[in-house]
């Protein structure tokens, strides 16, 4: 089945202890994103790759991290988590442009940092 | 700049009622737009998208969206809301190749 998937789905964290949610996908896609959710903000993109070793901040990179070693797999990586960061990640794949055909998205992380 | 706003937060309809969730964009150039659609504690899941070719697009599970240019709007609609269709649906705007989403509709299905 053509997925994305995140690990974990759910996480409770304290601050400033370090953590990676992965994220693969199984599409042969070139693009990959993640995007934050948080009520009343709709998603906001925090980092993008469009190919292997190519990547690029999004609207809200601060404090995270990324990096695109294989064309399957994007984590995104929080070196210090902070309270601020709790929310709801999902990771996303395009094939060719999500301009054009969207992404397919992953069933999201819920992180909790206190 | 491109943006896009979704003009309510919350709608509530009774079920076999239509649905309309509105949906207003501004972009500089000819835009590319969709609706997705999240029920609880799930991902997102694309409903429908519009890419320059006809202006009313037909969706998954009965949804469709009319572009106007003309009034910069991709309202999404449904002539007969069933209660499956409870979630929050999100209207966006391709920008740059970026996708920018809206803050967000949630819809309610009363029986």
């Known amino acids: 089945e053509a997925q994305v998937t995140q690990n974990p789905r759910y996480l409770i964290t304290v601050t400033g202890k370090k953590l990676t949610v992965t994220c693969s996908q199984n599409m042969n896609h070139e693009y990959m994103s993640w995007y934050r959710q948080d009520p009343g903000l709709g998603l906001r993109q925090i980092y993008y790759?469009?190919?292997?070793?190519?990547?690029d901040k999004g609207d809200v990179p601060e404090g995270y991290k990324v990096s695109r070693k294989e064309k399957r797999n994007f984590p995104l990586i929080l070196e210090s988590p902070s309270p601020n960061q709790t929310s709801l990640y999902f990771c996303a794949s395009s094939s060719a442009g999500p301009g054009s055909y969207g992404y397919t998205f992953g069933s999201g992380t819920r992180l909790t940092v206190v | 700049a491109q943006s896009v706003t979704q003009l309510d937060s919350h709608v509530s309809v009774s079920e076999g009622t239509p649905v309309l969730l509105r949906c207003n964009y501004s972009s500089s150039y000819s835009p590319s737009l969709f609706w997705y659609v999240q029920h609880p504690n799930k991902g997102l899941q694309l409903l429908l998208k519009y890419t320059s070719a006809a202006t009313l697009v037909k969706g998954i599970n009965g949804f469709e969206a009319e572009f106007k240019k003309s009034e910069t709007s991709f309202h999404l609609t449904k002539p007969s809301a069933h209660m499956s269709d409870a979630a929050e649906y999100f209207c966006v705007v391709s920008a740059g190749g970026k996708l920018i989403f809206g803050q967000g509709t949630e819809l309610s299905v009363k029986p």
């Open positions: 790759s469009m190919n292997v070793e190519v990547t």
